[in-house]
């Protein structure tokens, strides 16, 4: 069984290659099994024990999927918001690809990597189908690994040229503006994150462990678009009921109608019904539902993540090294 670092996971990930594949896997058929979810919950001591913690909680989720291009995948990925206060990452994953005919383990990767780069690929995606096609201000919430990504990932599908970050610490807002002005990004920090949403977003990307809301529906300007990627669990949420009211909604997959904190509270306001949701990725990218349809019309792409997205990365990786 071959193994791929980091490094070795990166390179072949580029987004002007991974999102045109994502967009062919969501057109393709593959089966892709409900994921499992378990909640973790360790007491006493151990690491812990220096800041005083008497307990750790975190999510573990294990996602499979296998296709007829005769591979599968599945992805051990633990979550623990809490890590950001002992300066780790608050997500791990390890990814193992296996022959689907047979099997036989074929390479262990670095499932940080593959998470963080299908998650901003397959948000660039959602907006290529919804954000408006000269969308150039994009307006990002978070400062963690996806959000880093978010945008060179947009920048493959729109002209990106002017970025924003807000974080709820500042100095991580200011310090990835100024990484990101050092990659040539014309780059800023927002220390307020309303004026932000209302005069410096064509795209609003979330991608946040939040679990209260941080954008309200007020503050967003006819014909943006709002793109919620960091959330994926019912106690988590990052945009308000009243963002899903007179907005076009889209999802990646309809397991985020059980999954999403977001909508589950939309749903439950009534600001958002089941039918309302407007389709799919899978049927846009295969053009069995519309995307926007005007320039004035506010939309909503809501994403809590798909096995496929794993897979179809893990799969350009393996190919790319063969």
């Known amino acids: 069984m071959q193994h791929f670092d980091e490094a070795a996971t990166r390179a072949p990930l580029d987004f002007e290659r991974l999102v045109p594949a994502l967009r062919d896997a969501f057109t393709a058929e593959a089966q892709v099994p409900p994921r499992h979810v378990h909640s973790i919950e360790t007491a006493g001591g151990g690491h812990d024990s220096e800041s005083g913690n008497s307990s750790s909680k975190g999510t ?33 994953a390890t990814y193992v690809l296996y022959d689907a005919r047979t099997g036989v383990p074929l390479a262990m990767m670095d499932g940080n990597e593959i998470t963080a780069r299908r998650t901003a690929a397959a948000s660039a995606l959602g907006a290529s189908f919804l954000a408006r096609k000269d969308a150039r201000r994009l307006l990002v919430l978070g400062t963690g690994r996806i959000a880093r990504m978010l945008p060179a990932a947009h920048a493959s599908v729109r002209p990106i040229d002017e970025v924003w970050v807000w974080n709820h610490r500042t100095e991580g807002a200011e310090a990835l503006a100024a990484q990101w002005r050092a990659e040539g990004w014309n780059a800023r920090a927002a220390t307020d994150l309303e004026a932000a949403v209302r005069e410096h977003a064509d795209i609003v990307s979330c991608a946040t462990l939040a679990t209260a809301p941080l954008v309200r529906g007020e503050w967003l300007a006819p014909g943006s678009h709002l793109d919620l990627i960091g959330s994926f669990t019912p106690a988590m949420r990052e945009a308000d009921v009243q963002c899903f009211a007179g907005a076009r909604t889209y999802v990646d997959t309809n397991e985020a109608l059980q999954k999403s904190g977001d909508l589950l509270d939309a749903m439950a306001a009534g600001t958002l019904h089941t039918q309302d949701v407007q389709g799919t990725l899978a049927e846009l990218c295969r053009g069995e539902r519309a995307g926007r349809a005007s320039d004035e019309e506010r939309t909503v792409f809501k994403a809590v993540g798909s096995a496929l997205e794993d897979l179809t990365a893990a799969t350009l990786v393996w190919k790319s090294a063969a």
């Not at 499979?64 to 300066?87: E, Y």
């Open 60 to 92: 573990v989720l294990i996602m499979p999927a296998w296709s007829d291009a005769g591979f599968l995948g599945i992805k051990t990925i633990n979550i623990f918001p809490g890590n950001s206060a002992r300066g780790l990452p608050g997500l791990h």
